[in-house]
């Protein structure tokens, strides 16, 4: 039976819907604020011991010797590893490129400062952290690679000696007539870009209890997991166990972002527990750990990078080239990040041909890790900055520049020249409302009187496509092999009419809980507080992938619209049969099952649960006495990549326009945000506060990659950002309260018309913000073209004439 | 990221704390006072610091006080920055201070983190040593000797340290009556909000006539210990009070520093154009105000 998923929430068979589209509160909130939610760090198993984990000092150097003795014979010490029992019992971690991984602790030779070399299992971390003080690690030092340039010198040290090359992988896109439109152009608007590392910084940083049933040889572990089914994929690979001997408990989480490095603290403490004769390990990562090389330092990018453009305007063709510093391994899928631009490559134009030249070089900084966004972040500053460059040669407006730029509402579904497709949208509505807000006119009247007085005011207006609800072809294009990106539920039902959702996911603080609430809710007419969402540990749950894409409030609402028609069909059966009626004519309408021809006789969906579970007799034949259904969906009409990566990928195009006013302060350099407006269509609302939330949360990380945060390295390849005196993250005095309205533009295709949201705010706000400064130099003559646009190098910037050194 | 061990010590009284360090440092013991921790802690969790033992203060509530000592405004070392904040005899005794006082750390960390402890711990970017430099304030010590007074230039003495002896507490801080005519203010640069500071400066100025007088500035975020601009101060003295002497002030006073510290955000150039900055802006600030 082919399930239809509604693409529109009055689709749904209730008359008034209570929830969808409402702002209601948050169901996971009341655990939250009363502080009863279960992390990680908050549960102490019998027995359980607690790991430290020894780094490496050096960023290259060779092992040659360690000695644990002192350590063993420490106070309260039960185990000890390091990498010779690595070496016995793992293979490397799943890297994207393949064959570009680490194991979990360095075996012979160490490629960043804050690799794992040993590691302590003890009754107390304190004992622990006591413990590594006693180990004895002789290194001969490497000479490092600090950064590409070096990386891909002819003579470079190699961090994968195996490989022979520092280069992991070099791809050359070309989609379209590119030599063509380059050579037509009237301009060609080019610039060189530098964003430095910045990354993911949840409140909790990663945390895991494991433990190795040493009858059973098989392993769970309790943990702060963002993809728990992944998690225990790669778990059974790297400890060489049967997959179905790996059970993963996810907890709820403290944020995620993308950034939560689990496979190696998973890894290690599993060993250890292992190596402990199966008592339970717990591995809580510290900060300093995590800002170190805990998995939440990413793109760390170069760009050159041109337009071409006619002389009206018209922006005809975009060549990128990029080089990308993916640190010591591949273990954070780099090469999915850098791919992931191929979805929205030419943002809201119609550009018409467009290239990406594309390297990835292993060096010895951190490995890099996913980011909330995944990698439009740097490539949308890049391509809304050259439209900046573009209005200021041509002596327009930028806004108006990229309005006349912009794909047409009826050029939709559109196909973009690196192959997705974007499903809707109406981006000149959302540039019009987002101008109207900011009373564009004013600011510039603003800027305007600004500039007179010798003031350094800027306006940025960028717009953005959100590729939302990724599948598995988005990532074939870069040789990723097929990892499926299913979410499934169950929905089931108690004799009382109370409703039951099974997820695979867990609470990272997006919400979806409540979106799937809402969703089983509204089509099944009950109150929400009857509902009960609760997350099924991987060795249970249906296939699903949980968050990630921008896909989740999308994905598991299509999960519970699939799982709720199955369900429906199947009380309509049950309804038909008992009241001896012809199926066709038994209807689910606002919570009741009822004949269409005679409303008045009908069942409640407590009566139709209590009859399936208790009067098998009264059953059709064929039907279960189970009123539950479950439901894995998957975006429909996906594709495979061609030879350039063009394919289908994301479901969805949302889209946004934000506009920044912003004033430099001269003597120092400093960046004002003096106001931020927002306008967004991301379809169908489900919950207009999450999606706010998720907006505000966006701007707050745009405005750290913009002007705040920075993973900085010396030149001897040793970071020197190790606590949160260094690494900046912008708090509630520096991010800008944001003036916000939105437009809908349902998505034709996906479930009740709603586009993923979770990263736009994100892939907008350093563009923005970047484009607001450079509106603000302009009359300087100068540009800013790398992040964050620190107080220091806009001063340098500033006085670089002078003949002050810095 | 978990402190190395050591001994903990929590006397109740100030005597037993002075007896208490006099016997660990005669048995040779590295020992360290902690107050408020807000510091210490966490250079305890990274085993920055790794005494043998802490003798905590919090039992000390002799030392939590703020009071008018006949216009003399004294400070128990133990009372919370939080309290300082909050005071309404504090805002009117000793304006800079209060303001110094805000710009320290958020509320949770003022919450916790002690007058004394700031002054005794000695930051190089803590507002604190600098608003001492600036107004006439004297800290007050107990030892196994018993009281000392100490004035604030002979009190800091370089990165991080004090004239104070290992086996002294520190328990008050007293600043002379504040001249209602008397000018102040304070100004920092800092990345975020409640950061430490990278450049800052705090001053305090008589405008007798137009004219500057006894004008004091200190500088801090720069140097290894809070420094007076004295450049910028001999400048200014008996000049009129006005933008064009301020920016000479500043560039005086900038070009003073000996070698002004450097770090990711902000390097030694960056920092000594800063503090030009900071002192002509800060100077403006305390001519227009009005009392």
């Known amino acids: 039976m082919a399930i239809e998923i509604h693409t529109l929430p009055e689709h749904m068979p209730n008359d008034a819907l209570r929830y969808v589209g409402k702002p209601v509160n948050r169901v996971e909130d009341p655990a939250l604020v009363s502080g009863t939610v279960q992390f990680i760090d908050n549960l102490s198993l ?36 390091s990498g010779e029992d690595v070496k016995r019992w793992c293979v490397p971690g799943f890297t ?126 309790h943990g702060a997991y963002q993809t728990p089914r992944f998690m225990a994929i790669g778990r059974a690979a790297s400890l060489q166990l049967p997959a179905n001997r790996v059970r993963i408990v996810t907890h709820p989480q403290g944020g995620g972002f993308g950034g939560k490095g689990g496979p190696r603290g998973t890894d290690i403490a599993a060993l250890l527990s292992r190596k402990s004769n199966g008592r339970p390990v717990k591995y809580i990562e510290d900060r300093m750990e995590y800002l170190l090389a805990g998995g939440g330092q990413s793109w760390d990018r170069y760009y050159d990078a041109a337009l071409a453009v006619k002389a009206d305007g018209t922006v005809t063709g975009f060549r990128v080239h990029l080089v990308d510093d993916q640190g010591a391994g591949a273990e954070g899928y780099g090469t999915i990040s850098a791919a992931k631009p191929l979805a929205a490559f030419t943002g809201n134009y119609r550009i018409e041909a467009a290239s990406y030249d594309l390297t990835l070089v292993a060096t010895n900084r951190a490995p890099t890790y996913p980011y909330r966004g995944y990698g439009p972040p740097p490539h949308n500053l890049v391509l809304e900055s050259l439209m900046d460059c573009t209005a200021r040669e041509l ?48 600011l510039r009247a603003r800027q305007a009187a600004a500039r007179a007085e010798g003031r350094l005011v800027g306006i940025g207006v960028v717009g953005t496509v959100e590729p939302g609800v990724f599948d598995w072809n988005a990532y074939a294009t870069v040789g990723v092999p097929g990892v499926g990106v299913p979410e499934g539920v169950k929905v089931g039902l108690d004799v009382f009419g109370n409703v039951s959702v099974a997820v695979g996911f867990s609470l990272q603080g997006q919400g979806q809980f409540t979106v799937a609430a809402q969703v089983v809710a509204d089509y099944l007419g009950v109150d929400m507080a009857q509902v009960k969402i609760s997350t099924a540990s991987s060795d249970v749950a249906l296939p699903h992938f949980g968050q990630g894409g921008s896909r989740l409030g999308v994905a598991v609402t299509g999960a519970i619209l699939g799982a709720c028609e199955k369900l429906n069909a199947m009380f309509c059966k049950v309804v038909a049969h008992v009241m001896q009626a012809p199926e066709e004519s038994i209807v689910l309408r ?100 999450n999606v ?20 900085v390295y010396n030149d001897e390849c040793q970071p020197l950002v190790s606590t949160f005196v260094d690494y900046l993250m912008p708090t509630i005095h520096e991010v800008p309260m944001t003036r916000k309205d939105h437009i809908v533009t349902p998505s034709p295709v996906s479930p009740l018309g709603a586009k993923g949201c979770g990263e736009g705010a994100m892939h907008t706000t350093p563009a923005t913000i970047l484009c607001a400064i450079n509106d603000a130099l302009a009359p300087l003559g100068k540009e800013m073209l790398e992040t964050p646009a620190s107080p220091h190098r806009l001063w340098k910037l500033l006085h670089e004439d002078q003949a002050t050194s810095a | 990221m978990k402190p190395a061990p050591f001994d903990y010590h929590a006397p109740a009284t100030l005597d037993e704390a002075v007896a208490l360090l006099t016997r660990l440092e005669d048995e040779g013991c ?68 209060h303001a110094a006082t805000e710009l320290v750390g958020h509320r949770q960390i003022r919450n916790r983190g002690s007058v004394g402890g700031s002054f005794a711990h000695a930051d190089p970017a803590s507002e604190y040593p600098a608003v001492a430099l600036v107004l006439d304030t004297e800290f007050e010590a107990v030892g196994p000797d018993g009281a000392r007074t100490i004035p604030a230039d002979e009190f800091f003495v370089t990165y991080m340290t004090t004239s104070l002896e290992t086996t002294e507490v520190l328990t008050a801080v007293r600043f002379a009556p504040f ?66 002497q301020f920016e000479q002030a500043g560039k005086a006073g900038a070009a003073q520093l000996d070698d002004p510290m450097s770090c990711i955000h902000a390097s030694s150039a960056y920092r000594r154009h800063l503090i030009g900055v900071l002192t002509t802006r800060a100077l403006g600030e305390a001519a227009a105000r009005t009392h």
């Open chain 1, 46 to 81: 019998p027995g359980m011991l607690h790991c430290a984990i020894l780094r490496s000092p050096h960023p290259h150097a060779r092992i040659v010797s360690v000695d644990v003795s002192a350590a063993l014979a420490a106070e309260g010490v039960v185990a000890v590893i």
């Open chain 1, 96 to 221: 994207a490129p393949e064959g570009w991984g680490n194991y979990c602790m360095a075996v012979d030779k160490v490629r960043f400062v804050g690799e794992p070399v040993a590691a302590v299992a003890a009754t107390s971390r304190y004992l622990a952290e006591d413990a590594l003080e006693l180990l004895h690690i002789e290194y001969e030092t490497l000479t490092p690679v600090c950064n590409p340039e070096q990386a891909m010198a002819p003579d470079a040290p190699v961090v994968f000696e195996e490989r022979g090359t520092n280069v992991m992988l070099h791809r050359d896109y070309t989609w379209g007539e590119v030599d063509r439109v380059f050579a037509e152009a009237d301009h060609i608007i080019s610039r060189r870009f530098r964003w430095n590392r910045v990354g993911a910084n949840p409140t909790e940083t990663f945390g895991c209890i494991c433990q190795w049933d040493l009858a059973d040889n098989s392993l769970t572990c």
């Open chain 1, 395 to 442: 002596g327009m407006d930028p806004a108006e520049l990229r309005r006349q730029n912009f794909i047409r509402p009826e050029q939709f579904p559109y196909t973009v020249p690196s192959g997705n497709e974007y499903d809707s949208g109406n981006y000149e509505a959302v540039l019009d409302r987002v101008l109207e807000i900011a009373d564009y006119p004013a």
């Open chain 1, 590 to 689: 606002n919570g009741r099952l009822y004949r269409v021809d005679a409303p008045e006789h009908g069942m409640s969906l407590a009566e139709i649960a209590g009859l399936m579970l208790s009067r098998s007799d009264l059953l059709p034949p064929g039907v279960e006495p189970c009123p539950e259904a479950t439901y894995v969906w998957t975006s429909p009409n996906r594709n495979a990549p061609d030879d350039q990566g063009r394919c289908r990928s994301y479901l969805t195009a949302a889209n946004a326009t934000h506009v920044a006013l912003v004033e430099i302060d001269r003597d120092t350099g400093r960046t004002h945000i003096l106001d931020y407006c927002i306008v967004d269509d991301c379809g169908t609302r489900l919950n207009p506060a």
């Open chain 1, 692 to 711: 706010e939330g998720q907006l505000q949360g966006g701007v707050a990380q745009g405005v750290g990659a913009a002007l705040y945060e920075e993973y």
């Open chain 2, 30 to 97: 590295d020992m360290k006072i902690i107050a408020g921790g807000q510091s210490l802690m966490p250079m305890l969790a990274l085993r920055v610091a790794r005494p043998e033992a802490l003798v905590d203060l919090r039992r000390l509530d002799t030392l939590n006080y703020i009071r008018d000592d006949a216009g003399t405004l004294a400070i128990g070392a133990m009372t919370s920055k939080q309290a300082a904040a909050d005071s309404a005899l504090v805002k009117r005794a000793q304006p800079l201070f």
């Open chain 2, 179 to 244: 001249a209602p005519q008397r000018r102040w203010a304070i100004q920092e640069f800092a990345r975020r909000n409640g950061d430490l500071a990278l450049a800052g400066v705090a001053l305090t100025l008589n405008v007798d006539g137009g004219l500057c007088r006894d004008v004091r500035i200190a500088a801090f975020g720069v140097e290894a210990t809070a420094v007076r601009l004295t450049a910028a101060e001999q400048l200014l003295e008996g000049q009129p009070a006005q933008a064009a």
